[in-house]
T-cell receptor, first 112, second 115 residues
């Protein structure tokens, strides 16, 4: 039981490039979340999903897209990366809305 | 809207010292309150939680009490160890409605414990 895994662990992009971050969970959780962590700001919610095939915007969704084609995977896409998207990205999942969220190890992204 | 404010860090202590990390919140209704810990190079792990007023969450020697009258959830430990060095996040979650389980985090407090 691996819990929540994230791929890749670290990536460097040039401004304007695109990439996809993958989050996978093997706990059969319905809810999945993408957060970004910036110094002095805690974690902020980018997008979330309440089940397979559904996604919704969080508090900082601009510049990101997501997809949840399979229950166990939640993908975060950057279509045209900007330096402001340099951050550490965390994925989390929970079985139900009021249950504990389990976090992945994070992806560190640097946009030059 | 919801907000969480943690004491400024970083906090540096000697082993076996007493730890307090202050956390206050602003929220509507009756949120659940959490402390998460992030060890170097790892993701966040739930440390403890409390779901209603006067509840005390505890784990690994850490404690925090949900104080509705002061809107606080301060983290304490009587004797810290070097292995407690990490970043600590206070967070809240509103109950029900359209909250979709969203966690609102404080900015995090870096704790370093020296031998």
């Amino acid at each position: 039981n691996a819990g929540v895994t994230q791929t890749p662990k670290f990536r460097v992009l040039k401004t304007g490039q695109s990439m996809t971050l993958l989050c996978a969970q093997d706990m059969n959780h319905e809810y999945m979340y993408w957060y970004r962590q910036d110094p002095g700001m805690g974690l902020r919610l980018i997008h979330y999903s309440v089940g397979e095939g559904t996604t919704a915007k969080g508090e900082v969704p601009d510049g990101y897209n997501v997809s949840r084609l399979k229950k166990q995977n939640f993908l975060l896409g950057l279509e045209s990366a900007a330096p402001s998207q340099t951050s550490v990205y965390f994925c989390a999942s929970s079985p139900r809305v009021q249950e504990t969220q389990y976090f992945g190890p994070g992806t560190r992204l640097l946009v030059l | 809207g919801n907000s969480v404010t943690q004491m400024e860090g970083p906090v540096t202590l000697s082993e076996e010292a007493f730890l307090t990390i202050n956390c206050t919140y602003t929220a509507t209704g009756y949120p659940s309150l959490f402390w998460y810990v992030q060890y170097p190079g790892e993701g966040l792990q739930l440390l403890l939680k409390a779901t209603k007023a006067d509840d005390k969450g505890s784990n690994k020697g850490f404690e925090a009490t949900y104080r509705k009258e002061t809107t606080s959830f301060h983290l304490e430990k009587g004797s810290v160890q070097v292995s407690d060095s990490a970043v600590y996040f206070c967070a809240l979650r509103n109950a029900g409605g359209t909250s979709y389980g969203k966690l609102t985090f404080g900015q995090g407090t870096i704790l370093t414990v020296h031998p």
